[in-house]
């Protein structure tokens, strides 16, 4: 019996490993075939994008198409407006997110519980259904085609929050009345102590945000009037030709663009996972 049961879990195991290795393979080729594709010149790309061919590099591999791209496009131009709306959006958003976190999370206050159901309802509205007042703040206010109008009405999110109010819901009350005890104000304990403690969290929110504010394209095409604070996502229509679409062009600035979310993400990849398994966030 002991044999069989082992044999049973054996074979359980083999399958559930060969579903783990399928579902892996689904995520992983879409970005084997960016990537590789990226090398191939523009004929051997156009044959092979319908094959299993479009995922192995072989032929002549080349640096032709990302050449072309910084030849059409001024490619560091964009990235910088990218690079800056996301520093900006990563480091004060998830801040402000963190501090409003903490406060519904672990202080007690006056209308604090329709605060929380506030924030839980505008976490389900699109963005899409609250876009034009957004607009028409940032234009009354006559910050359009500026860095801020990128950066600064997606600072706070209800979503981020909610993580964060998630997470120091969690926390243990004694830290704050130890700390309060010991004469530390709850400036003092959100930086000096919580925010410490919060490492896998932050590492989420920030890898969240970073996605969101590098491959938004809605926000800034309406927000910018020129090449001047446009960014990345925005750029790629410049290597678009009416009368060819040069396949090679764009998959090698898809891929300059992607890199940069995969390193951010293999770097933290570890908080990532762990603050998932302690919120029980699905993605």
Excluded at 159 to 188: C, N, S, W
């Amino acid at each position: 019996m002991a044999v069989q049961n082992k044999a049973r879990k054996t074979a359980v195991s083999a399958v559930f490993y060969v579903i783990y290795v399928a579902v892996a393979i689904v995520f992983i080729a879409p970005l084997v075939f960016l990537f590789v594709s990226s090398f191939k010149e523009e004929t051997q790309l156009v044959s092979d994008m319908a094959t299993l061919r479009a995922f192995i590099p072989y032929g002549n591999m080349t640096l032709d198409n990302y050449v072309q791209v910084f030849e059409k496009l001024d490619f560091l131009h964009y990235f910088r407006n990218s690079a800056l709306n996301t520093v900006i959006q990563v480091f004060f958003g998830m801040f402000i997110n963190a501090m409003m976190g903490y406060a519904l999370g672990m202080l007690d206050f006056k209308g604090k519980n329709l605060l929380v159901s506030l924030m839980i309802a505008l976490t389900i509205i699109p963005t899409e259904a609250v876009i034009i007042n957004r607009f028409m703040v940032t234009f009354n206010l006559g910050l359009i085609n500026t860095i801020w109008a990128l950066a600064i009405p997606n600072l706070a999110t209800p979503m981020y929050v909610f993580l964060f109010y998630q997470h120091y819901r969690g926390m243990p009350k004694e830290l704050l009345e130890a700390a309060v005890i010991d004469g530390e104000g709850y400036t003092g304990i959100f930086f000096k102590i919580m925010t410490p403690l919060s490492k896998p969290i932050y590492a989420t929110v920030a890898i969240m945000s970073f996605i969101r504010a590098w491959g938004d394209l809605l926000w800034p095409t309406l927000v910018t009037r020129d090449n001047t604070w446009r960014t990345l996502p925005q750029a790629l229509r410049g290597l678009n030709d009416s009368v060819y679409t040069f396949w090679g062009q764009i998959f090698a600035f898809s891929a300059m663009i992607t890199l940069p979310i995969l390193i951010i993400f293999l770097i933290f990849q570890k908080q990532f996972v762990q603050s998932v398994a302690a919120t029980g966030v699905k993605g």
